[in-house]
Structure formats: structure tokens, C-alpha cells
């Protein structure tokens, strides 16, 4: 080992002479030369020391005089040369190799091979009654009781209800029906005196609307008894059946909108039975709240048209029918039969059965109406729209004269607003749509070309420093930068410059109801380094290893309301793994530069509480402890996002340990963006509680900066 040592020192001293240096210096303290120190303690020796700590640091690479000689070629590894040792230090970064998907595991930066995907996340209960799934949109595993036919009803010997799982129309959450035999209802009781007769099942029994009327039907205890292109055809599908009856005299427009907390249709029919007779179809699947479809059946003759309403399990539907003189289809679909308006002069049109001939940046539920309008000369050009009965949000996009080239902007807002400056004459379009159907109100408005804000391109953002927080109007802004996150948000760009390798956080801080993005793009805004988008203030976004130059902060606003923003720095690390750290004692220190720390409190003890969590069992979730001591009035800003549970970030004043709660230092975060902290602290001594809001546990990060208050 000692002479493998002198070859690789040797190695150094050729290095340097190929590259112009006629000395260099030792790294190594008293370099024996065959001695007795040598030869007394060749194993205890400098060589031996940095042949070992090569064998057991697999980020050591080989012989370096600076950075520059240090490229492994491996993009997710921070290469620097170490100055003591003279050898190049190649440190994976596991987060330049994660992606978006939860529940593909964590993805694994490896020295000399590059980023390896990890080992999906196993969500395994070995409980035969549960169904077990990781579910990405709330990156959580989901442990579902068993449940064959699907009817929302677990088995009853799995702790559910449901006496015959492998019919969906028998379960605990549905109505005995009468005089059928069967106990429906699972209450061990057959056709009991408190069963149910279904109402309206079938077209013979079907309830007459007769004219504009809202009311409820129920469909429980009936069948599925008929067809439509976009409902279930299985149980535990059932529909019921409306009459709309058109009185003699001129044909007649039908508005239907339906309602409900379960997946519902609507159909209507030429003739009852009869599925080729269809003559429109809505539906909705089930999400968080209720779930709404709308119908409009234009110049129905007289006569009687049966609407079928299905759900999907036992529900009640609330329902409108609006009868309105008949009219013909919107001719404008699209640019070839545009309607022309006129800058400054409001325009009111309803969104209901339109075609969906666009695609646009902005997403779209329904179709869209096309409007045309010219400009004679330059001006800046404004589009606002907004629902007059409040039953959608709008979706305008402001398109060129072909409309076969990618669309100017867009906005699906209430209200909404497109806004860009110094147009050129020529030929435009508006595309209106909405979210559901509604009355919209739209105006183009037009105005003399004016200056942009300094801040509004990427040429001439003014710079912001380091901890500094800026507050930014956006009003008069515009959409000039295209992010991943959002790519129809008003924005502002501010100048960046990073003196050494750094991670960089943009913060960014929202209004109520807002959607902002936080982003950090090279100079010209044509790379994206990190992108992040939020609902909820404040928005954050990290980006790491960023190398020395000048970069561009980028903030958004889809309602273009003020915001504010604060860019961090801090030295450039790689994340640090916490093991153990179960108590106090054990607790892991967090230098004064800040850094990225993950772990996992799957496996640690219930050792401490908190004031802001919620239920769990008695004693808390599993945590983990670190600890940090500032010498002067700090900022720390504590972030967890990217944990993969219900986090819950507890700071504490020390020195006794747990130490004492602070006032609005904890935080649960049981949304996806997970805990966040951002305290103005006193010198001292603090731990930090790594713990699950209401028991919860777990893979964790937590992402550290300090800034001078």
C-alpha cells in the first residue's frame, strides 16, 4: 500500500508539470522517504491515510491542482478538486436526478454511472383485505378495504358492509327494494316495511317536465335499465328517466344541467330504448365536490324527448330544465366563420354546445366560439372576459389571423384578461370558451403602444440581491416568458448573479385565490433551471448546483396581482442523509451555510410532540431531531416539500432539550408542498423537529438557507 501511495503522489507531480507548475507542494505532512517513521508505521502513514480514504470515499477520483480538472462527465455530480488532499471530489446529488413521479421511488445519483432509477415505492400492508396503491397525486400509499364488485361497499368480512360483494346492486349503502327477495340493503332483513319502490325507473314511469322547472330525482332502488355512448353499462351504473315534453306549437331549445356527488350522465333520446336514437350525452366522473353535466337540445318539435340520468351507485341528482325559444347553432366554430367585433364594444355570448375545434396552452373543457377584429396600426391589445351568471370560469385565447399558428396568449381566469403590447396591424382572433356552460361577457380593448416595465424582459431585468425582498405589481404586465409550470401567467424577471457554485431559492408570495410560479431561467430565458407552481404562499423553488454567473429570477401570477420576491443563496451541497437522530442527543448538526438534509422517520420513535398537530396516536408521530446555533439575528427559512407524507416542522429554542416551542414555528403540511417555516430568529441555540401531522411517517427533505433578517 505505501508504494501504491508513492506511485499516486507521483502521479500528482506529473500532472502538475504537464501543466506549467515547476513545483508543487506535498498535500501529504511529513512525507517519509524510507525512513524509520516510514518503516515503523508505513500503515499509519500519509500515503496509506489517502490510499485509504481513497478506498473508502467513493466520491475521491483522481489527481487535481483546481475545479476545472475535476469534469467526471456525470451530470448529477458536484465536481470540485480537494484543496487538501489534491484530489478531485465527485459527490452525487440524488435531486438532480429526481423526477416528478412518486411512486416510481427515489431516483439514485451513482459515482461513474449517473442518475439510476430507484425502487418502487412498495405500499404492501400484508393485509389480504386491502387493496394497496401508491397514489402519485398525493404521493401516499392508499390502503383500500376490498371491495369485488366496486360498489363502494367493502366486504362485511373485511370490516365493510357489504353482505354480497359480488353484486353491486346489494351493500349497506343501498335501499332495500321491495318485493324483490333479495336483502339489499344488508341489514339481514328481506323486503322489511322501510323498502323502497323506485321512482321513475323506466320510460313508462317517467316524470313529466312539462316546462322550465328545477327538482331532484332520486335513483335509488332502481335499475339500469338503458344505454347511452358516455355512461357505465354495468352496475353499479342505475338510471332514472324524465319526460320533457315540448307543448304544441313552435319547436323549443332545452337547457338541461345536472348535478350530483356520485359520477353522473345525462341522455336524451329520439325514442325511448331506442340507443341509435340518441341525441346528446354529457357526463362527469366523481372529484372532491360535486360533479355537474350539461345538455342543450336545440329546435326539439313537439311531442315528449325521455332523459335518462345515470349514476354511478345510489345518488340524488338536482336538476334544471330550462325551455327557451328555438335557435339555430353559432355559425362562428371557428376562424373561417368568425364574427367580427369592434375594440371597445362589449360582447355577450354563451358557452354551451360548442365544438372544440383549438387546442390551446390554457387546457379546455368545452368548445370554443371565434371572433375576428383588425388593427390598422400598432396597439396594445387587452382581451377581459368574465361569467355573467357565475356558473363558469372563462377561456379566451388571442389567436394570429390563420389560426393554425400557435396561439398569442390565453387565460382561464375569472375573470380573465390577455394583454400584449405593441401588436402589429393585421388580422386577429378571440377564441371563447369556459370551464362549464355560462353566460360570458367579453371587450377587446386597444391602446397606444406603451413602454414595458424594466422588469417585464429577461434584456432588461434590474437585479435583486440576496435576501432581499422585492414587492412587484403585475398589472400592467404581460406574458413574455414561457414556463413549464404555467404557460399563461402575467410575469417579471429580476437579475441573479451567483458569485461561486450555489443552490439558489426563489420565493415568491402570493395573493388569496392566486395561482403564482417561481422559476429560475439563464440570461436570454431560453433554459429552465427549476420551475415551481402553487396555489398556496408562499411559492417556492430550489435550484442546486447552480454555477457561477448571471441568472434570471422569474415570477407569475395567473391573475396578475402583486406579489413580492426574495431570492437565497448558499455554498453549493449535497444532501446529507439523517440516520438516527432519534433523540436530542443524537440530534444532527446543521451547519451555518444551510443544506439539504432527507431521512426517514418510518423506523424512529414517537419521542416528542407539538403544538400544531392534529390526532395520531397519543405519544405523536415517529421524529427525528437537528439542531442549529446562529451567533447573531438570523432568517431561516425551513422547507419541506418533496417528503412524501404529512410532515409536520417543529422549531424549537434551546439549549435544554426538546426546547421550548417558539410561537408560529410549527407547521403541518398535509398538502403537497408539506411543511414550511420562515422565522427571523435571536442568537441561540435551536433544535428542529422532524415529525408526521397526525401520526403520519415517513421518507423526508428538508432544504435549509440562512439570510441576514
Not at 500519509?46 to 485509504?52: I, N, Y
Not at 484530489?87 to 429526481?98: E, G, Q
Not at 434590474?462 to 409550470?485: E, R, W, Y
Amino acid at each position: 500500500m505505501r508504494y501504491a501511495g508513492r506511485v499516486r503522489w507521483l502521479a500528482v507531480v506529473f500532472l502538475a508539470a504537464a501543466c506549467g507548475n515547476s513545483r508543487v507542494d506535498s498535500p501529504f505532512i511529513g512525507e517519509a522517504d524510507g525512513g524509520a517513521d516510514a518503516e515503523a508505521g508505513a500503515d499509519a502513514g500519509p500515503d496509506a491515510l489517502a490510499d485509504a480514504a481513497a478506498d473508502a470515499d467513493p466520491t475521491l477520483g483522481g489527481p487535481c491542482l483546481d475545479d476545472g480538472q475535476c469534469d467526471d462527465g456525470v451530470e448529477c455530480t458536484s465536481d470540485s478538486c480537494d484543496g487538501a488532499l489534491r484530489r478531485c471530489r465527485n459527490v452525487p446529488d440524488d435531486t438532480r436526478c429526481a423526477d416528478s413521479n412518486y411512486c416510481d421511488g427515489v431516483e439514485r445519483c451513482v459515482p461513474g454511472l449517473g442518475c439510476r432509477e430507484g425502487e418502487p415505492v412498495s405500499c404492501s400492508d400484508n393485509d389480504t383485505c386491502t387493496i394497496d396503491t401508491c397514489e402519485e397525486a398525493d404521493r401516499t400509499c392508499s390502503h383500500v378495504l376490498r371491495d369485488v364488485d366496486g360498489d363502494g361497499d367493502p366486504d362485511w368480512n373485511c370490516g365493510g358492509g357489504d353482505c354480497n360483494d359480488t353484486n353491486p346492486d346489494v351493500s349497506s349503502l343501498t335501499t332495500e327494494v321491495c318485493v324483490n327477495g333479495v336483502d339489499d340493503d344488508c341489514d339481514q332483513e328481506v323486503d322489511e316495511t322501510a323498502c323502497a319502490v323506485p321512482l321513475h325507473d323506466v320510460c313508462a314511469d317517467a316524470r313529466e317536465v312539462v316546462g322550465s322547472e328545477t327538482f331532484s330525482m332520486s335513483t335509488g332502488a332502481a335499475a339500469l335499465d338503458y344505454a347511452a355512448t358516455c355512461a357505465g353499462e354495468t352496475p353499479p351504473f342505475r338510471d332514472v328517466v324524465a319526460a320533457l315534453i315540448v307543448p304544441g306549437g313552435p319547436a323549443q331549445d332545452i337547457a338541461i344541467q345536472a348535478t350530483a356527488t356520485r359520477t353522473l350522465a345525462i341522455a336524451a333520446a329520439g325514442q325511448c330504448g331506442d340507443a341509435s336514437s340518441e341525441l346528446g350525452c354529457a357526463s362527469a366522473p366523481l372529484t372532491s365536490g360535486p360533479v355537474e353535466a350539461s345538455l342543450l337540445l336545440r329546435s326539439v318539435s313537439p311531442g315528449a324527448v325521455p332523459l335518462y340520468v345515470f349514476t354511478e351507485g345510489e345518488a340524488l341528482v338536482d336538476l334544471t330544465i330550462d325551455y327557451r325559444p328555438a335557435t339555430a347553432p353559432p355559425e362562428n366554430e371557428t376562424c373561417g366563420s368568425a364574427l367580427t367585433v369592434s375594440p371597445g364594444v362589449h360582447e355577450q355570448v354563451e358557452i354551451f354546445d360548442a365544438a372544440l375545434d383549438y387546442d390551446s396552452a390554457c387546457g379546455k373543457t368545452l368548445g370554443e366560439l371565434v371572433y375576428r377584429f383588425e388593427l390598422t396600426e400598432p396597439r396594445d391589445v387587452r382581451v377581459y372576459a368574465t361569467s355573467v351568471d357565475g356558473k363558469g370560469d372563462p377561456n379566451i385565447a388571442l389567436l394570429p389571423e390563420s389560426c393554425a399558428e400557435p396561439e398569442i396568449g390565453c387565460a382561464r381566469t375569472s375573470p380573465a384578461l390577455v394583454f400584449k403590447r405593441n401588436v402589429a396591424p393585421g388580422i386577429y382572433h378571440v377564441a371563447v370558451s369556459a370551464s362549464s356552460p355560462t353566460l360570458i361577457d367579453f371587450v377587446v380593448e386597444t391602446a397606444p403602444p406603451s413602454t414595458p416595465a424594466a422588469d417585464e424582459t429577461c434584456d432588461t431585468a434590474p437585479p435583486v440581491q440576496a435576501g432581499q425582498t422585492l414587492s412587484i405589481d403585475l398589472f400592467d404586465h404581460t406574458d413574455d416568458i414561457a414556463t413549464t409550470c404555467d404557460p399563461a401567467a402575467v410575469d417579471a424577471a429580476y437579475q441573479v448573479n451567483v458569485s461561486e457554485q450555489s443552490d439558489v431559492l426563489v420565493l415568491q408570495r402570493i395573493s388569496s385565490g392566486d395561482t403564482g410560479t417561481a422559476a429560475l431561467f439563464d440570461p436570454a430565458c431560453e433554459t429552465e433551471l427549476v420551475c415551481h407552481s402553487s396555489s398556496r404562499s408562499p411559492v417556492r423553488a430550489v435550484a442546486t448546483a447552480v454555477a457561477p454567473g448571471e441568472y434570471r429570477a422569474l415570477v407569475e401570477s395567473s391573475r396578475g396581482n402583486p406579489v413580492t420576491l426574495t431570492t437565497f443563496l448558499r455554498p453549493a451541497s449535497a444532501t446529507s442523509l439523517v440516520a438516527f437522530a432519534d433523540t436530542c442527543a443524537q440530534a444532527i448538526e446543521i451547519p451555518p451555510t444551510g443544506g439539504r438534509f432527507v431521512g426517514n422517520t418510518s423506523n424512529a420513535a414517537a419521542d416528542y410532540q407539538a403544538g400544531c398537530d392534529s390526532g395520531g396516536p397519543g405519544g405523536g408521530a415517529p421524529d427525528q431531531m437537528l439542531r442549529f446555533t446562529i451567533s447573531q439575528p438570523q432568517r431561516v427559512l425551513l422547507d419541506m416539500r418533496g417528503s412524501d407524507y404529512n410532515t409536520l416542522l417543529n422549531v424549537r429554542r434551546g439549549p435544554a432539550c426538546p426546547g421550548e416551542e417558539i410561537l408560529q414555528a410549527c407547521a403541518a403540511g398535509y398538502v403537497s408542498d408539506r411543511s414550511f417555516l420562515d422565522l427571523t430568529l435571536d442568537v441561540g441555540e435551536y433544535f428542529v423537529q422532524i415529525d408526521g401531522y397526525s401520526g403520519a411517517s415517513g421518507t423526508w427533505q428538508l432544504d435549509v438557507f440562512f439570510s441576514d433578517p
